[in-house]
């Protein structure tokens, strides 16, 4: 819920106030010199952890500023459609905060490399708690933040994706397990869609959301061997794996209706809230709300595919400001921010750990979402032009195979599209 | 301007283009800011729109018109401008049809046709956003009331806002529900205006109530007809809260404005001279559109 693809509508205000965020430039503060009294240097950080875990990111920056009298880290916390209004002109033109998140996506630092905004951090990297220690980084993520050979951000957090799925709807239905292969996620879909045979049930199986979402589409595709690009950026979306998958899902939601059409990740967990559905693909930020729903909550891995076990990770970017005075402060904050103190206490709240050393150290939820990381893979990782092929192609691409479009046409046409964007000369 | 304002009285052989009215004091402020914060960013827009301008990058290349020739292609827009076209002549017919209607019928004051007067108008004064909010809850197919009283009143349970062929008219629907109170008052208010001895003659000429409407009311309310009529078009034309609130624009742009992919391309992708491109366009479009309608109703006037 929290980390906001998920988010409900985007604000209306946000979308009003946008001429008067075009007419006002940045609001935003510079860094502000240390005082002459007392040598404090205060920083300023802005995240847009809005959801339910946004005490367990405040509670790392109170501890350092409780440590650390001499720098004091003030978290603003705002939407991040806000955000991704603000921060690219307020960077750009050498203003804004020393810290921030640019976005859930982390293909959005691409746009902030490009106009020179950010800080390299490579002289920050080492091993120790007083240096940012990427070698127990998951190497996706590493290598995601590293361009041209350089590391422009550190995870701010880590999350996998899990099977959740309704204990109670299960037992009715006779399942006794969680499924472990996706056939049997597929058989037990169809049993939980009820009535059998409705168009339009009053339970589904699954409870699937393909736009404003944290994207369950691609694992689908992943499971069965497909995928969307592959790394040089050509389209591989038009692929028989690829083209199978999308067709057993789509023919599911079509056909066998075991999930809505068209929902939005909001709109898929409240389905599976009002205990509407019995599965739902989705990251640890939803685990709470779940259980204050009052939903017999059982998580499970995602069911092996074809290709093996995998999943879907997802990390948001935590960068340094080029303008910002207080580089070497602020590169201290993050060293403690990934370090393992930090992380093993902003492991109790639910979230894996953005390290893969504290494995055997966690406990709670956060274990099962930890223990889907060695099989978990970026969506889009690393593609520069990842947020365009992300709103122009694959999320129509989910939106008309679901309402009945050819697969294979339309698998065709958006693999030209997408070579069109990322420049693959295919 | 600021040279004229700050000059003290000139004298009697000052030049009369230049002589001093104290009106120039007033407007000033009005001109400023007129200049700085709507004539500069348009001027600014055009500019724009002739390169190849990213937000945030140091250089911009200087493209000349291709930017509108990139657009003539992009299919995206031509649907945007579809869906933007519906719109505006689904929710202009209908809010001055269903306004006509209603001014004819609550003509005479009650105490009951004040009350619905203002029930009509209350979602007028609502915000756009709001309105979308609002409609989006009660079509949402799992916890929606349109939801549950279709079933009861055999429509089925259509899923509104996710159905291609249902969404852009479902929308349509909420845009009418939204303005027609305005143009009801407006048209109330002229009709009021229509000095009864008109009706008095048209009835000894022996006209019904129908009739009377054909003959006297409809001639009479042309300027104002023509007045909702063009102000409902802009407003259709502009449309984005209601689709960014409602759909997003999907399901797959079947719902998608030009405004919005203007803001999409704009604001999300940061490619601003191709939205200033896109937002030119629809001023065009606008512009023209405005004065068409303008000369057709002028012209058919009768004296």
């Known amino acids: 819920m929290s980390y906001a693809p998920r988010r409900a509508l985007p604000s209306a205000a946000i979308a009003l106030s946008l001429t008067a965020l075009a007419a006002c430039g940045s609001s935003s503060s510079s860094s502000t010199p240390a005082s002459d009294n007392g040598k404090v240097v205060k920083l300023q950080m802005l995240t847009g952890f809005t959801g339910p875990d946004r005490p367990s990111y405040q509670a790392l920056v109170d501890n350092w500023n409780s440590a650390h009298p001499n720098i004091q880290v003030t978290m603003d916390v705002q939407p991040w459609a806000a955000i991704g209004q603000k921060l690219p002109q307020s960077w750009a033109t050498g203003q804004g905060p020393d810290l921030a998140t640019p976005s859930f996506d982390p293909n959005a630092i691409f746009q902030y490399i490009k106009t020179n905004s950010v800080e390299p951090l490579d002289s920050a990297v080492g091993t120790g708690d007083a240096k940012v220690e990427v070698s127990t980084f998951p190497k996706t993520v ?46 037990d879909a169809k049993k939980l869609t009820l009535p059998a045979g409705s168009s339009t049930p009053t339970q589904y199986g699954i409870s ?36 199978a998958a999308l067709k057993t899902w789509a023919d599911l939601v079509q056909k066998d209706h075991v999930s809505p059409v068209g929902q939005t990740g909001a709109d898929a967990d409240t389905l599976f ?124 691409l989910i939106g ?27 | ?143 929606g009331l349109v939801d549950a009283w279709s079933g009861h009143l055999g429509l089925g349970h259509p899923n509104w806002l996710q159905s291609t062929s249902l969404a852009l008219p479902t929308m349509i629907g909420v845009g009418i529900w939204k303005g027609f109170g305005f143009t009801m008052i407006v048209l109330l208010a002229a009709i009021q205006a229509i000095p009864t001895y008109l ?19 409809l001639p009479t309310l042309r300027p104002s007809v023509l007045f909702v009529t063009v102000i409902a078009t802009i407003q259709g034309l502009q449309l984005f809260d209601l689709s960014y609130v409602m759909t997003g624009g999907g399901p797959v742009f079947h719902t998608e404005s030009v405004v919005q992919y203007l803001y999409q391309r704009g604001f999300v992708d940061f490619s601003l001279g191709y939205a200033s491109a896109i937002a030119w366009v629809l001023f065009v479009v606008i512009l023209a559109v405005a004065l068409v309608q303008l000369r057709v109703l002028r012209y058919r006037d009768v004296d």
């Open chain 1, 142 to 187: 590493t290598s995601a933040f590293t361009v041209d050979g350089k590391l422009y951000a550190v995870p701010a957090n880590l999350a996998t994706l899990v099977l959740y799925y309704n204990k109670a709807l299960l037992q009715k239905a006779g399942v006794t397990a969680p499924p472990a292969t996706v056939d049997e996620l597929v058989t």
């Open chain 1, 208 to 243: 699937l959301a393909d736009h404003e979402t944290i994207q369950m589409w691609p694992i689908l595709q992943w499971l069965g061997g497909g995928d969307i690009v592959d790394a040089k950026g050509c389209a591989t979306i038009d692929s028989p794996q690829s083209v």
């Open chain 1, 273 to 396: 809230s009002s205990k509407k559905a019995a599965f739902e693909i989705n990251g640890p930020w939803a685990a709470a709300g779940y259980r204050k729903a009052g939903i017999d909550l059982g998580i499970a891995p995602v069911p092996s595919g074809s290709a093996g076990p995998v999943t879907l990770a997802s990390t948001v970017p935590l960068m340094v400001a080029k303008s910002s005075k207080h580089k070497a402060e602020a590169e201290q904050f993050l060293a403690y921010w990934t370090g393992k103190t930090a992380q093993l206490a902003f492991s109790k709240g639910g979230f894996p750990p953005v390290r893969t050393d504290l494995a055997s150290q966690v406990t709670g939820d956060a274990k099962e979402f930890a223990a889907a990381l060695p099989n978990a893979r970026l969506y889009l990782a690393g593609l520069p032009t990842g947020s365009k092929v992300d709103s122009d192609v694959y999320v129509p």
């Open chain 1, 400 to 426: 008309k195979i679901t309402r009945g479009s050819d697969v294979a046409g339309a698998a065709s046409a958006a693999a030209k599209q997408i070579n069109g964007i990322t420049g693959c000369k295919a």
């Open chain 2, 1 to 143: 301007m600021t040279a004229l304002t700050t000059g003290t009285s000139p004298g009697p052989r000052a030049r009369r283009r230049l002589r001093w009215n104290p009106a120039y004091a007033f407007v000033a402020p009005s001109v400023v800011l007129i200049a700085v914060f709507i004539v500069e960013p348009i001027v600014q827009s055009g500019w724009m729109s002739l390169h190849d301008w990213s937000m945030g990058e140091a250089s911009h290349r200087m493209r000349g018109f291709g930017n509108y020739a990139d657009l003539l292609h992009d299919s995206r827009f031509w649907n945007a401008l579809k869906v933007t076209c519906l719109y505006t002549a689904g929710t202009a017919a209908g809010q001055v049809a269903l306004g006509l209607l209603l001014a004819e019928a609550l003509r005479r004051t009650t105490w009951f046709s004040s009350v619905l007067r203002t029930a009509f108008f209350f979602p007028f004064i609502a915000s756009m956003a709001v309105v979308g909010i609002v409609w989006r809850f009660l079509l949402d197919p799992q916890v």
């Open chain 2, 199 to 217: 009706y008095e003659a048209a009835r000894l000429d022996g006209a019904g109530r129908v009739a009377q409407f054909r003959h006297v009311t």
